[in-house]
Nanobody
Framework: QVQLVESGGGLVQAGGSLRLSCVVS????????MGWYRQAPGKQRELVAG???????NYLDSVKGRFTISRDNAKNTVYLQMNSLKPEDTAVYYC???????????????WGQGTQVTVSS
C-alpha cells in the first residue's frame, strides 16, 4: 500500500524558515505530479505548490518568491522550502501525490496525514 509520511513542521517566528519533506513509501509503480496543500482553521484547503514529473512548478501567488518546491525521484520524496514565513502561513500542510500503485491501476491521488506549521508574529 502507498503511504505518504510528512515531516519538518513546527513552530517558527515570523521571518524564519522551515523545510517540509514528504516520503512516498510502499509499492508505487509511477509517480506523476507531487504537491503541497495547506488548510488553516476556518479556511478552504488550497494548493500551495506543485511540481510535475518533468520539474515544472507552480505556486500560490501569496508564496511566490518565498517557497520552493523540489523533488528527489530516486528517494520518492518531495520537499517544500519555506522562507520568510508569515503568520498567515500558519496551517496544516498536506502532501499530495498523483500516481499509479500498479501498471494496471488507474491514476489516483494519495495524501499524507498533514504536518502543522505555526508562525508567530
Amino acid at each position: 500500500q502507498v503511504q505518504l509520511v510528512e515531516s519538518g513542521g513546527g513552530l517558527v517566528q515570523a521571518g524564519g524558515s522551515l523545510r517540509l519533506s514528504c516520503v512516498v513509501s510502499g509499492s508505487i509503480f509511477r509517480i506523476n505530479a507531487m504537491g503541497w496543500y495547506r488548510q488553516a482553521p476556518g479556511k478552504q484547503r488550497e494548493l500551495v505548490a506543485g511540481i510535475t514529473s518533468g520539474g515544472r512548478t507552480n505556486y500560490l501567488d501569496s508564496v511566490k518568491g518565498r517557497f520552493t518546491i523540489s523533488r528527489d525521484n530516486a528517494k520518492n520524496t518531495v520537499y517544500l522550502q519555506m522562507n520568510s514565513l508569515k503568520p498567515e502561513d500558519t496551517a496544516v500542510y498536506y502532501c499530495n501525490v498523483e500516481g499509479k500503485a500498479r501498471m494496471v491501476t488507474p491514476t489516483n491521488d494519495y495524501w499524507g496525514q498533514g504536518t502543522q506549521v505555526t508562525v508567530s508574529s
